[in-house]
Nanobody
Framework: QVQLVESGGGSVQAGGSLRLSCAAS????????MTWYRQAPEKEREEVAS???????TYADSVKGRFTISRDNIRNTHYLQMNSLKPEDTAKYYC??????????????WGQGTQVTVSS
């Protein structure tokens, strides 16, 4: 059974940093684009960043220059380094896996989510 397990969320003051991790198991990792989504209260879930197997990345405009997505294809883990955090980054962050193409609209698998709270 495929599992995506996030870690690294927490509370931080504005301007601070956090690093999220997502470990995948029972997944043919090379076949998936790995992504991060977030959902704030009363807002729709949005894609934050994605990374293809060979490293091509995309970012939402709201996080460009502040967040960095990466992946370790040996450890089947991907990461989201979040710097210069703002209160509007407060949300529950989910990792997800899209089969083959980052352009797919819907991921095939989701993690359970990890809360990030940024205080002003």
């Amino acid at each position: 059974q495929v599992q995506l397990v996030e870690s690294g969320g927490g509370s931080v003051q504005a301007g601070g940093s956090l690093r999220l991790s997502c470990a995948a198991s029972e997944l043919t990792y090379s076949s998936y684009c790995m992504t991060w989504y977030r959902q704030a209260p009363e807002k729709e879930r949005e894609e934050v960043a994605s990374i293809a197997y060979y490293g091509a990345t995309t970012y939402a405009d709201s996080v460009k220059g502040r967040f960095t997505i990466s992946r370790d294809n040996i450890r089947n883990t991907h990461y989201l380094q979040m710097n210069s955090l703002k209160p509007e980054d407060t949300a529950k962050y989910y990792c997800a896996a899209k089969l083959r193409y980052c352009s797919r609209e819907r991921p095939a698998y989701w993690g359970q989510g990890t809360q990030v709270t940024v205080s002003s």
